[in-house]
Nanobody, 118 residues
Framework: QVQLVESGGGLVQAGGSLRLSCATS????????MGWYRQAPGKQRERVAV???????NYADSVKGRFTISRDSAKNTWYLQMNSLKPEDTAVYYC????????????WGQGTQVTVSS
């Protein structure tokens, strides 16, 4: 079992910044892929950014150049730095962890609200 605890959401004006954190109960070296998803009201959950155990990152086109995913192995935590926020970034943000080799299990955090006012 992997527990994920998110923090860092809140209300910010357009153009502002926020940093989300996702702390896990196990070493991140055992996690294949660490990521961030978001879900806006009435929309499907979408992938925002991921980072693999090897350090490869991937971003949704809508956030490229504005968001950065990173990790801190000493703290077993990964982050989503969000800059130049737009009202359309408003959503509940979820961190996730993919664990396993032959059979991958995906774990989710509880979600944190990010609201960007215009």
């Amino acid at each position: 079992q992997v527990q994920l605890v998110e923090s860092g959401g809140g209300l910010v004006q357009a153009g502002g910044s926020l940093r989300l954190s996702c702390a896990t109960s196990r070493t991140i070296f055992s996690i294949n892929v660490m990521g961030w998803y978001r879900q806006a009201p009435g929309k499907q959950r979408e992938r925002v950014a991921v980072i693999t155990s090897g350090g490869t990152t991937n971003y949704a086109d809508s956030v490229k150049g504005r968001f950065t995913i990173s990790r801190d192995s000493a703290k077993n935590t990964w982050y989503l730095q969000m800059n130049s926020l737009k009202p359309e970034d408003t959503a509940v943000y979820y961190c996730n962890a993919d664990v396993g080799s032959s059979s991958v299990i995906r774990y989710w955090g509880q979600g944190t609200q990010v609201t960007v006012s215009s």
